[in-house]
């Protein structure tokens, strides 16, 4: 957390939702996505749940307790692009036969901002990755190396003025 954290801190630090401990971490300024996961990588263990802090999502993150990665890949969830064509972080990939992501024109899936790593991961982090979908994320794919699965419910981007908006109202 970096904006705003003493109230994340305040709700969700330490706290346990759905038999799961949610743990926060103080960023010293505005990292980015991928420096924050840098910066915070020494928590990354066997199948890490990494979300992004601005995204909503009903969701039952139980069922992904079954996923296994192998060695330096990761998971990453994928969400139907309905409302954000002007997102350009991660979309018009799609999911092949062997559930690894690949990029394909005019798709309408995108990245959910939610990923599943392990340990081996974190050899791959380093300061230059700022944005993780940009910077890492986009060269794994090229690399097959990233695997995905559907989510169907419900998701909002929070993290626009506009979004957050609908989202309290």
């Not at 954290?5 to 939702?17: G, P």
């Not at 307790?65 to 890949?73: T, V, Y």
């Not at 018009?92 to 036969?97: E, F, L, P």
Request: aromatic share 12%.
């Amino acid at each position: 957390c970096c904006y705003k954290s003493n109230l994340f801190f305040k709700r969700y630090h330490n706290k346990i939702f759905n038999n799961t401990k949610i743990i926060c971490i103080k960023e010293p300024k505005n990292l980015g996505t991928g420096g924050s996961i840098n910066y915070s990588k020494k928590l990354i263990l066997n199948n890490t749940l990494i979300c992004n802090g601005d995204t909503y999502m009903e969701y039952n993150f139980k069922k992904l307790q079954k996923i296994k990665i192998i060695n330096n890949s990761l998971v990453i969830g994928c969400i139907k692009n309905n409302n954000y064509k002007s997102n350009k972080k991660l979309n018009n990939i799609k999911i092949d036969n062997k559930s690894r992501i690949t990029f394909k024109k005019n798709s309408n899936l995108m990245n959910s901002g939610i990923y599943i790593v392990n340990k081996n991961f974190k050899k791959l982090l380093n300061k230059n990755v700022i944005s993780f979908e940009d910077d890492l994320i986009e060269k794994l794919i090229k690399e097959k190396k990233v695997y995905g699965f559907k989510i169907k419910n419900y998701t909002l981007d929070i993290g626009t003025k506009k979004n957050y908006n609908k989202f309290v109202i």
